[in-house]
């Protein structure tokens, strides 16, 4: 928490006020991640393709650490 302040040019107390910890962060991060993923998203195909699709969108969206491209919260 306290290298993402500096990096944000604020105090980690900062963050704190909004999340409770880093894995809630992460959470949060992976959350809108995942809606920036699926924004406009229409399933096509079987089962398969869709989970295909849907990781495909989730690896592309920018800006996306290894975390939530992943999708290992807290990791």
Known sequence: ?????????????????????????????ADRAL???IAGYEPEGDWKQCVTDTRRRRVSVPGAGPAVRNGVPGG
């Open 1 to 29: 928490m306290r290298k993402l302040a500096a990096v944000l040019s604020t105090d980690s107390s900062s963050l704190y006020r909004h999340f409770r910890n880093k894995a809630e962060l992460l959470r949060a991060v």
């Open 35 to 37: 809606l920036t993923a």
